[in-house]
C-alpha cells in the first residue's frame, strides 16, 4: 500500500544553522499533512500542518513546504537549537469516511555544540 | 504538555497476561486515536473512536480491544500479552472525527517478559 517515507534516517546541523528535514508522500489522496516532533521518552508533539491546498505555511522558527507535483513535503528550522535535537515525523491524512494519520519513519536531527 | 493523559507510565508484566492502559483526552476533544510504536514498525495507528463509538481500526491485532467511555476517556486492553508486544501505546485526541490535528499523551511503556 501507499505510505509516506523519509530520505533520511538521521541529520547533524551545527547550532544556529537552518535545517531541512524531507519527507515523500505516495497517496495522491492525501490532503493534510503534519509534522510531529518526538523527543525521547515524550509522546509525539504537533509542530505545524499543512493543507494541500497550500503550498508554504510558516509557524515560529519553522516553515513546512508541501510540493504536490513530486508529493514532497519538508520541514525547515531557522537557526537550530540543542533542543531542537529529537526525531522528526511526518503525517499524512488522506481524504475518505475513515480518516487516519500514517506516519513516516522518522528522522533523528542532532545538533551539534 | 498536550492536555492528553495516559496512565501507567511504564508497565511490566509477563506472557499470557492481560493489562489496560488508560487515557484521557484532552478537554472538549471527542476523537481518541492509539497507536503503538515499537522499535522495527514505527507509529502505527491502531483504533479510532468518535464520541464513544468506533470510527476506524487500523493494524489492531485481535487480542487487542478498546472502548471510549460516556465520560470520554477511552482504554486499550491487550491480552493474551506476547514478548512481541513490547512497545510505546500512545493515544492521542482531536477535536473532530475528522482525523486530523491530533494531540498526542506521553504514552505507555509495556515491557512483556
Known amino acids: 500500500g501507499e505510505s509516506v517515507g523519509l530520505h533520511l534516517p538521521t541529520l547533524s546541523v551545527q547550532e544556529g544553522d537552518n535545517s531541512i528535514i524531507n519527507c515523500a508522500y505516495s497517496n495522491s489522496a492525501s490532503d493534510y499533512f503534519i509534522w510531529y516532533k518526538q523527543e525521547s521518552g515524550k509522546g509525539p508533539q504537533f509542530i505545524i500542518d499543512?493543507?494541500?491546498?497550500?503550498d508554504k505555511r510558516q509557524g515560529q522558527r519553522v516553515t513546512v513546504l508541501l510540493n504536490k507535483t513530486v508529493k514532497h513535503l519538508s520541514l525547515q528550522i531557522a537557526a537550530t537549537q540543542p533542543g531542537d535535537s529529537a526525531v522528526y515525523f511526518c503525517?499524512?491524512?488522506?481524504?475518505?469516511?475513515?480518516?487516519?494519520?500514517?506516519f513516516g519513519s522518522g528522522t533523528q536531527l542532532t545538533v551539534l555544540p | 504538555d498536550s492536555g492528553v493523559t495516559q496512565t501507567p507510565k511504564h508497565l511490566i508484566t509477563a506472557t499470557g497476561q492481560r493489562v489496560t492502559l488508560r487515557c484521557s483526552p484532552r478537554s472538549g476533544d471527542l476523537s481518541v486515536y492509539w497507536y503503538q510504536q515499537s522499535l522495527d514498525q514505527g507509529l502505527q495507528f491502531l483504533i479510532h473512536?468518535?464520541?464513544?463509538?468506533?470510527?476506524a481500526k487500523g493494524n489492531i491485532l485481535e487480542r487487542f480491544s478498546a472502548q471510549q467511555f460516556p465520560d470520554l476517556h477511552s482504554e486499550l486492553n491487550l491480552s493474551s500479552l506476547e514478548l512481541g508486544d513490547s512497545a510505546l501505546y500512545f493515544c492521542?485526541?482531536?477535536?473532530?472525527?475528522?482525523?486530523?490535528?491530533?494531540?498526542f499523551g506521553p504514552g505507555t511503556r509495556l515491557l512483556v517478559l
Open positions: 473512536y468518535y464520541n464513544g463509538e468506533e470510527r
Open positions: 503525517a499524512e491524512n488522506m481524504r475518505g469516511s475513515a480518516r487516519q494519520l500514517t
Open positions: 499543512i493543507r494541500s491546498n497550500m
Open positions: 492521542a485526541s482531536s477535536v473532530t472525527r475528522a482525523g486530523e490535528t491530533q494531540y
